[in-house]
């Protein structure tokens, strides 16, 4: 295994080295395969393209479920965050999700370190200009210098680099990234395979120099003390944690985008892009135009890095020439005089439409391909991770011949992720909602170490010992659960004054500790408790944020105890769909009594379950109840042959 | 009963009564109707037009022999009852002209329908939700001009648009929590709790008089119950046989004829009326055994009533020890005091009259229309919605609903955080899915089809 004159091909190719790229060949080598990082440049392996910043809302369950699973993207983000926070911390527990400012430098340096350091994984530094396959058979890539590399597995996570046009005012020119080359050669090399390209675009903001900010006239945001962290072990944060601040548009910022928009000035509007933007991640010019009511929106001001003066204006994505971004920056309250460092821009990329894939990732028509993160329609760094984890997994066991890792709805954000792309496809970039999710209520933060141990101990990256912890961890919980049913506490001056000190009736007899808790707004730590948890914790643990996150998850299960149990029966409920397997060769020929369109999408689609294919757009609760019947007859008929063949 | 819901063969079925008749409709379904129909029928003037009725002669594929001359209708896929191909062949009615046509489609591959199974390919297309199928049985199946009423305004859609109504109502909330949840840093706002009971105000009330004219549609299709209750020798089978016009019960003058329940069915201004004679009830000492058997049946007849005839004779009057005052009438159900016999009052019962909402003499015809037109009236109150649902399976479902949308209410009421709300509101709207059946599964269906009778 050697690059140019190799005999023997690699057991992973990973091409690119974004945040997918990275998690994908992590994965794989972690599962002892040979793995190769083509990327078209080794200094920008995990480079924090737009906002620096990991996790929020949906997206930090993603990442903590690869903290789980085994992925690196919390580890990283936990060492180099300078800012922590809960979002919707005063909202229910499904809905909390961490987030963290990154300093990019140190987040680019710490994954890139883990990466060159990583066993069974090699860098290489090339562009990728097409793939080497016989028919259906892909064997690897061809590069521009070095050219053909062999693999037995290749993995394509070039995010936006894929015949990727930046736009900026009226000019624009081929690139993946701000001063990078686009990815040429492979778009054609895709389409020449069969597979169906589309068009989508995305946003970035200006970057302003924060020493030309006043910061003195802006509402400062503080970190979270004690920092939410990302991982389970949850270790202090390293670095030096700092401040965000907010400020916001003014009228004059909308009129002056106005007037450039009027002028033609701005490519989203003039017919420059064919790409479809996201909805929910809009250039500023977008909300102007479709929110006219609102005569202002709130920016976010994001240090990029302890170690740069440089400045992210979340909320400030665009593309309007150059001219205008500072003549609409300075309208800002703070900004008067800004500076910036580089100008906002639209990127506009390839993508393949991920109805092509299966729920491994795998593209559906071909064999030893993988597709993951922007490629396949998402945006955001969390949602191309957790991708490339699954592909590099899903790779690792093709070649060990080992049944498919796939993850569920019901029981992971990333599961919903494959599962929404492989069977609805998508026309505009995808971001992970919580409202995407049908379980919320049981896809939460607090026990992910819960709901995905099988999961991780399925894979088999994630150590014993750590999957013990995982272990320990709950069972605290659940002595904390049958103590809190089994005590009663009796009214108290300090109980009641912490009761009234909530706006809670006090307690006039005694009652379990359980009813307590169930009160709106108690938590377990401020009882006055010696909670069972605590020893367990003394005994090596001795983590105060373990114990904190033991307390709140015992919280948590008291409280909602009831519609946590009712979302599990839902899920219940449900398994009999996800379970009713769709043999691969039903959509061989017409099924009789099912309308010419649905047959279309179901044999396009081949969903694997009966369950994906009710999520199918267009697929009739009568279609799945015929497909039902279609099912066990094939069932019969098989047992049938099966019989025959005995006699 | 398991139906066939690929809907995978061509099916037929007699659509009007057996028997000879002037005509008889034979219907065929399915994605093979029109090819069965071009090897059966030759038209006259040699094209079968969609829609238009056309004359032609019906022969037997192999032999080529005439079995008769039919009127033949044929409906597109799409555009038909059933939502698929859809052939009417109208013979001359008689039964071995129908026997041979069946016959002979049934040797192409036509398969004989199930009861029901038109209607319910009719649902599976989406031609109509479930509810409407449900009027479509009603409509046949109603015995009153009063249950055609609800049945023709359910087909018409009416519940259909009060439910969709409330779930728009409950579901659009939805959203605005949605973007409150996946947007934590937009400010909002958190004034969304005040619309929301509203809403499910709203909803819950649409539910609740559904319900509450479930019980009562059910009863328009069954026949409204009429209890005659009171002491042994009251008259009550005498009224009863007043009432239907014949002698349906026996009259007997001695005390405890009637041990067993009577019941019997007639019309009243529009409503159908199950009349129900009970055992005459005693609670003295001196009660047989199987009067004891019919006094509990008395009292399980009173709970299922939706009217009682309390009759208290005036030549024995009992007065305010009348067995009906005993009776602690739990669901409150409408009670009629009727003095009976009033043709043999003495002065001394005279002083009972306030006790009384009627007398009755029921060998008199004036007596007894006036109690009639007091019956109408009554349950002409009770039916004040002009479209009610109908059945059994149907008021359980709007149960779920109602649980779901008092739990929804209940997280609102107890503060729990908005994902949790989300999710009540979702199963709500999962309720109000299998109640219109958007959210189809095969154990719905079943329950409503299998009431249906062959060929509709």
């Known amino acids: 295994m050697s690059l140019g004159t190799q005999t023997k091909p690699w057991d992973v190719l990973v091409v690119g080295g974004g945040h997918a790229g990275c998690e994908a060949s992590l994965a794989a080598s972690r599962l002892g395969f040979k793995t190769l990082l083509v990327t078209g440049s080794i200094d920008r392996i995990a480079a924090m393209s737009c906002n620096p910043a990991v996790g929020g809302v949906g997206k930090g369950h993603i990442v903590k479920e690869l903290d789980i699973l085994g992925g690196d993207m919390g580890i990283v983000a936990d060492a180099t965050g300078i800012q922590f926070r809960t979002l919707n911390a005063s909202r229910g527990p499904a809905v909390q999700a961490t987030r963290c400012q990154s300093d990019m430098r140190a987040y680019q340096a710490t994954m890139a370190a883990r990466i060159v350091s990583q066993e069974n994984l090699s860098v290489h530094q090339d562009d990728v200009i097409g793939l080497v396959n016989a028919g259906a058979n892909v064997q690897g890539v061809q590069t521009r210098f070095g050219g053909n590399i062999h693999a037995r597995q290749t993995i394509i996570t070039t995010g936006t680099f894929l015949g990727g046009k930046l736009h900026l005012g009226q000019d624009k020119r081929p690139g993946g990234r701000a001063g990078e080359a686009p990815a040429s050669g492979l778009s054609k090399a895709l389409t020449g395979l069969g597979l169906e390209l589309g068009r989508l675009k995305t946003g970035t903001c200006p970057r302003l120099d924060g020493r030309t900010i006043n910061w003195a006239v802006l509402e400062e945001q503080l970190p979270e003390t004690p920092a939410p962290r990302f991982t389970f072990e949850s270790t202090p944060p390293p670095l030096k944690q700092i401040s965000c601040f907010m400020t916001k548009t003014t009228s004059q910022t909308h009129d002056v985008i106005y007037d450039a928009i009027h002028s033609g000035d701005a490519p989203v509007y003039n017919g420059q892009i064919d790409g479809t933007g996201p909805r929910y991640c809009p250039s500023i010019e977008d909300k102007v135009v479709r929110f006219r009511a609102k005569n202002s929106h709130l920016i976010f001001l994001e240090p990029q890095g302890l170690h740069t003066p440089e400045v992210y204006p979340n909320g400030l994505s665009t593309s309007l020439a150059p001219s205008d971004q500072i003549k609409f920056l300075r309208t800002i309250p703070g900004l008067e005089e800004t500076q910036v460092t580089r100008w906002g821009y639209a990127v506009e990329y390839d993508f393949l439409n991920p109805t092509q894939l299966d729920s491994t990732l795998k593209v559906k028509s071909l064999s030893g391909l993988y597709t993951a993160g922007q490629i396949n329609g998402t945006t955001g760094y969390e949602e191309a991770a957790v991708q490339g984890f699954l592909a590099g997994v899903n790779a690792a066991r093709a070649l060990q011949e080992k049944d498919p890792f796939i993850l569920t709805r019901q029981e992971a954000y990333g599961g919903v992720l494959v599962d929404d792309l492989v069977t609805q496809g998508t026309k505009e970039p995808y971001r992970m909602f919580t409202s995407r999710a049908e379980h919320r209520l049981i896809l939460r933060e607090d026990n992910v170490h819960t709901r995905l141990y099988d999961a991780a101990k399925k894979i088999g990256i994630v150590s014993e010992d750590r999957l013990r912890s995982f272990e320990r961890f709950e069972e605290a919980v659940q002595r904390n659960l049958a103590h809190a049913r089994s005590t009663t506490l009796s009214p108290s001056d300090s109980l009641n004054a912490y009761l009234e000190e909530l706006g809670e009736q006090p307690m006039r007899q005694g009652a379990t500790l359980e009813k307590v808790l169930r009160r709106p707004k108690v938590e377990a730590s401020r009882l006055g408790v010696e909670w069972p948890s605590a020893p367990f914790l003394s005994a090596g643990d001795s983590s105060e944020h373990l114990e904190s996150k033991i307390l709140k998850r015992t919280t948590i299960e008291v409280k909602y105890a009831g519609y946590i149990e009712r979302a599990s029966d839902a899920i219940a409920r449900e398994k009999v769909l996800e379970d009713a397997v769709i043999p691969e060769n039903l959509f061989e020929s017409q099924l009789a009594g099912m309308s010419n369109e649905v047959f279309d999408k179901l044999s396009t689609l081949r969903p694997k379950t009966l369950g994906q294919a009710s999520r199918i757009s267009g697929v009739t609760p009568a279609a799945i109840g015929l497909l039902s019947v279609h099912i066990a007859r094939k069932q019969e008929h098989t047992n049938q042959v099966n019989e025959d063949t005995r006699r | ?456």
């Open chain 2, 1 to 456: 009963m398991s139906y066939d819901l690929n809907r995978s063969d061509t099916i037929c079925a007699l659509a009007t009564p057996p028997g000879r008749s002037a005509l008889a409709i034979v219907r065929v379904s399915g994605a093979n109707a029109y090819t069965y129909r071009d090897k059966l029928f030759t038209a006259h003037r040699g094209v079968v037009k969609d829609y238009v009725a056309t004359l032609g002669l019906l022969s037997t594929p192999d032999s080529g022999e005439h079995i008769d001359e039919c009127l033949v209708t044929s409906f597109p896929e799409g555009r038909s009852y059933t939502g698929e191909a859809l052939v009417e062949f109208s013979l001359h009615g008689n039964p071995n002209l129908v026997r041979i046509l069946v016959r002979d489609l049934q040797s192409l591959g036509c398969r004989s329908a199930e009861p029901g199974e038109f209607t319910m390919r009719s649902v599976l297309t989406g031609k109509r939700d479930l509810l409407k199928a449900q009027a479509v049985y009603d409509l046949i199946e109603a015995e009153s001009e009063r249950a055609l009423k609800v049945a023709a305004s359910n087909l018409h859609g009416q519940p259909t648009n009060s439910i969709a109504r409330a779930r728009k109502a409950v579901i659009s909330v939805l959203a605005e929590i949605e973007a409150r949840l996946d947007y934590p840093d937009e400010e909002l706002g958190d004034t969304l709790t005040q619309q929301l009971r509203e809403d499910l105000g709203k909803a819950q009330e649409v539910i609740e008089e559904l319900i509450a004219s479930a019980a009562w549609g059910g009863r328009l299709m069954s026949g409204i119950r009429v209890v005659l209750f009171g002491p042994p020798n009251a008259g009550k089978s005498t009224l009863m046989n007043a009432l239907l016009g014949e002698e349906r019960a026996i009259v007997h003058s001695s005390a405890g004829t009637t041990r067993d329940m009577l019941e019997a069915k007639f019309e009243l201004q529009g409503f159908s009326i199950t009349l129900v004679d009970v055992a005459g009830v005693r609670f003295g000492d001196d009660v047989h055994d199987i009067e004891a058997v019919g006094v509990e049946k008395a009292l399980a007849a009173l709970e299922r009533a939706d009217l009682i005839l309390a009759l208290d004779p005036s030549d024995k009057p009992m007065g305010a020890k009348h067995p009906i005052y005993d009776w602690p009438n739990p669901q409150g159900r409408r009670i009629l005091k009727i003095q009976s016999k009033a043709d043999l009052v003495t002065e001394p019962t005279r002083q009972l009259d306030t006790l009384y909402d009627f007398k009755l003499s029921a060998t008199d015809k004036n007596s007894l229309a006036e109690l009639r037109s007091k019956m109408s009236a009554i349950l002409e109150l009770e039916s004040n919605s002009s479209s009610a649902l109908t059945s059994a399976h149907q008021e359980q479902e709007l149960k779920h609903t109602q649980v779901a949308l008092e739990q929804a209410l209940q997280a609102l009421d107890s503060a729990m955080p908005l994902e949790i709300l989300s999710a009540e509101i979702r199963n709500a709207g999962y309720r109000f899915d299998r109640l219109t059946g958007d959210s189809l599964s095969e154990d719905v269906l079943n329950q409503v089809f299998t009431r249906f009778c062959l060929g509709k």
